[in-house]
């Protein structure tokens, strides 16, 4: 895997967010490839909580500046980037003052969902790859963590599916244990079908909780990780009618070597 390139894309990365099982995955899939003389990029969104003195986030004047269309809408994008200490690793993170501005992650004080959340990913999964394509980076493998980076792959595979920089990076998505209540925004397969004109590739989102994002995730991924030892027996009875689709099962120790030689393999199949 030495000069391979990762993109490793998640909703949320120590040491900027709280550790969590997914945030600490995220960072140490990232950490060890690195550490093996893998060329990685990080990518997560600038929620409003992370502090941009500590952490020393600073705006990419180049990178920024363009319009993501989100729900026939312009939004603005911005890009910062900051270096893990000790680490070399560059982070990337995606902002916009409407959808990342305010001091939360997910929900309000009343834990309850943003209502915006259907936007926000769209926001994240577009402008990720107009990054990528700013910077001219191809990956061999993008992996990603978390439900609002999950509908990431159904844009490379439908919205981008003519970008030549992705003809031949490999989607690997992590599972976790870690759902949210209720629902997205019951718009949200409209504003994805805005982009994306497969109604059979959208219809799973049309009722968008958390199972159904990652169902989604699922359908356009190249493979799948267990990121948590246990997932919902939902997402795992729809996991197993996906015969063809190479799974590395939860990996309490040896995370390392565990996920370079997943990610070999998958290239390799290719």
């Given at each position: ?8 894309v ?16 995220a ?25 941009e ?51 939360a ?35 061999d ?15 490379i ?11 031949d ?14 629902s997205?925004n ?10 994306i ?10 009722t ?8 989604s ?22 996991l197993?009618e ?8 939860f ?6 070597e565990s ?12």
């Open positions: 895997m030495k000069d391979k390139r990762i993109l490793f998640s909703s949320e990365v120590v040491p900027y967010l709280p550790e969590t099982e997914l945030s600490s995955t960072f140490n899939a990232a950490k060890n490839a690195h550490s093996k003389g893998v060329q990685t990029r990080i990518f997560m969104p600038r929620f409003g909580v992370i502090n003195r500590r952490h020393q986030l600073h705006e990419v004047i180049r990178l920024s500046g363009m319009n993501l269309v989100v729900n026939d809408m312009d939004m603005p994008l911005i890009i910062k980037v900051a270096s893990i200490p000790k680490e070399r690793m560059q982070v990337y993170f995606i902002d916009n003052e409407e959808y990342f501005k305010r001091k992650v997910f929900t309000d004080e009343d834990d309850t969902l943003f209502p915006d959340n259907d936007e926000r990913a769209i926001f994240f999964a577009k402008g990720v790859v107009e990054t990528v394509k700013k910077l001219n980076w191809a990956p493998i993008i992996h990603v963590h978390g439900w609002m980076a999950s509908l990431l792959p159904l844009y595979k439908e919205f981008y599916k003519e970008e030549p920089l992705f003809t990076s490999k989607i690997v998505t992590s599972l976790y244990n870690h759902n949210f209540e209720g997205l019951e718009e949200l397969a409209t504003k994805v079908d805005f982009d004109k497969d109604k059979d590739k959208v219809a799973v989102l049309q968008p909780n958390y199972t159904n994002i990652l169902k995730a699922i359908d356009n991924s190249d493979a799948i990780i267990h990121g948590s030892e246990l997932i919902s027996d939902d997402l795992q009875s729809y197993n996906k015969e063809e689709l190479p799974v590395l099962d990996q309490s120790e040896n995370l390392k996920y370079l030689n997943f990610y070999a393999d998958i290239i390799s199949a290719s």
